[in-house]
């Protein structure tokens, strides 16, 4: 059994990290005994014609994919391309949106055979040995596909135990250098769960209300692995990692008695944080913690069910800080009965604080209290296009608010002070005035735009070969033909091409005295 798991194009200025979910069903398909690949089109540029000549190499008998709203759409439109390429091939889909729209979306693309909904690893151990009987699929709980027009959900399937169970994430199938080279965080998860009852989150329903926890050991057993890739940054993405401060101390003491040395972000409330976790966290290396403000009006707060203060808030930032944590908060904007009056709340707020922030529009997400319930509260939603869901414009309004006051309110208060300040830095680099802290920024951006350039172009791989001994450096010559393929100045090509060669992400092969340039 062949198995072809495709990472779907997303925006590489979103920040993607190794895809953890496609990861986790890929080692869930290899233990059910399946031959897989990952061809990642998240950090490789993409075209039928590219996938058909990958996927005919490979001669899969599965094709699947995950999403998230975001990415739906590219998503299944690639197993749209795939079912017609590959006719004979059992097409699949999972991930968060689709568990809640399975209906919409084996109706719209009936191309998709099957849906995993919900959490899907055991559903794969059970499913990859009958995945070509169709006559088998209505025993296996967690699944929905078409039998002739009707869609039919075989039932929800019971969330997993004992996540120790589950393999590691199949990393070593993705292109692992080419993340590298974006210097974002790899991503893990040390429990699924969580208790909160935020309207608009979806993830107690993906993953249940009961948190459940891996094993300490097992955890930094895969902390391990990452940093065997290169990894020196590592996210902490559970929805509620500081739910249980016991075994917070355990991974943070584990960290310690392996002598670890990484720096690690992590996402908390800000009630369950104390000066002694916060400490004992710092100590082993967490340097970096987020916290869900998401207003600055406390009857915001307790409307849309985040049950918390914004004392406590403030107090959570001052400890952490005190800790010598960077603290980042996020706000949402277009909440339900927003006024002008709630959003100068959160401005006021967000300064007062003291922490950096950012503003995010409201996405009623499908399988959230608020797209659900939407008549249940002051908003409308004015979009039903998912690529829209991105929540970097307002797709809502509220009685008080149109989508493009609410939209204002972002530009004014927080994207026209980035911009001013990015245009300072641009004018102070070219005076040579600037601050080394500034310097950094403003080259770590350049490079950081050379490399989403190399990635989604396929710039390297396309390249053509170099003439060695001619008195040229190999990087030095692909540096000159990079910077006229990005239009970018040659002297920020250079210095990132030549990091990428130092770090190991880039090398080249000599063939016929020819330098040719590959990722590792």
């Not at 209290?369 to 869901?389: A, M, P, Q, R, T």
């Not at 006051?405 to 004014?412: H, L, W």
């Amino acid at each position: 059994m062949k198995v072809a798991l495709l990472a779907s194009p997303y925006p590489l200025a979103e920040g993607p990290s190794p895809p953890l979910g496609l990861c986790y069903a890929a080692a869930a398909f290899e233990a059910a005994g399946a031959d897989v690949r990952i061809f990642d089109y998240m950090v490789r540029a993409w075209s039928p014609e590219k996938m058909e000549a990958e996927l005919s190499a490979f001669g899969p008998d599965v094709i699947g994919t995950s999403s998230v709203t975001l990415n739906f759409n590219a998503a299944a439109n690639l197993l749209k391309i795939a079912r017609q390429l590959f006719p004979e091939a059992i097409t699949i889909m999972g991930g968060p949106h689709v568990s809640f729209d399975y209906g919409n979306t084996l109706t719209r693309f009936p191309e998709i055979d099957l849906i995993v909904v919900g959490e899907g690893e055991a559903t794969i151990a059970e499913l990859t040995p009958v995945i070509r009987d169709r006559k088998a699929w209505p025993g296996i709980a967690g699944i929905a596909f078409k039998e002739g027009e009707a869609v039919r959900f075989t039932g929800p399937r019971e969330l997993i135990g004992d996540l120790d169970r589950l393999p590691l994430p199949a990393r070593h199938l993705l292109p692992m250098s080419r993340y590298l080279a974006m210097g974002f965080p790899a991503s893990i998860i040390t429990s699924r769960g969580c208790p909160g009852k935020c309207i608009f989150c979806q993830g107690r329903r993906m993953v249940g209300s009961r948190v459940r926890n891996r094993d300490p050991r097992r955890v930094v057993d895969e902390i391990e692995s990452l940093l065997a890739f290169g990894f020196e940054r590592i996210n902490f993405a559970d929805d509620f990692f500081t739910s249980n401060p016991r075994r917070v101390r355990a991974v943070c003491a584990e960290i310690e008695r392996r002598n670890l040395k990484f720096c690690w972000t992590v996402f908390a409330r800000a009630d369950s944080v104390t000066p002694e976790l916060l400490a004992q966290m710092r100590h082993a290396g967490c340097d970096t913690i987020f916290f869900g403000f998401e207003s600055g009006d406390q009857e915001m707060l307790d409307r849309i069910g985040k049950t918390i203060t914004l004392d406590r808030i403030r107090r959570a930032v001052a400890d952490s800080k005190a800790a010598g944590m960077r603290v980042f908060g996020s706000f949402i904007v277009g909440l339900p009965g927003e006024t002008a009056e709630t959003l100068a709340a959160s401005d006021r707020f967000a300064r007062e604080l003291g922490a950096e922030y950012g503003y995010h529009f409201l996405v009623p997400f499908p399988g959230t209290d608020v797209k659900e319930h939407i008549g249940d509260y002051d908003l409308e939603l004015l979009s039903n296009n998912w690529d829209e869901f991105d929540a970097n414009r307002s797709i809502v309004r509220t009685s008080s608010l149109s989508p493009q006051a609410i939209e204002q309110f972002v530009e004014e208060c927080y994207f026209k002070e980035i911009r001013q300040d990015e245009n300072r830095i641009e004018r102070e680099f070219y005076k040579g005035t600037l601050s080394e802290a500034d310097q950094l920024r403003h080259l770590g951006k350049q490079k950081m735009e050379i490399v989403f350039g190399l990635l989604s172009h396929d710039l390297v791989e396309t390249a053509p070969s170099f003439a060695l001994g001619n008195g040229t450096p190999p990087a030095a010559a692909l540096s000159q033909y990079l910077a006229a393929a990005l239009n970018k100045p040659l002297d920020f090509v250079q210095l990132s091409i030549q990091q990428l060669f130092d770090l190991g992400y880039l090398h080249f092969i000599e063939k016929d005295r020819q330098a040719v340039w590959q990722w590792r």
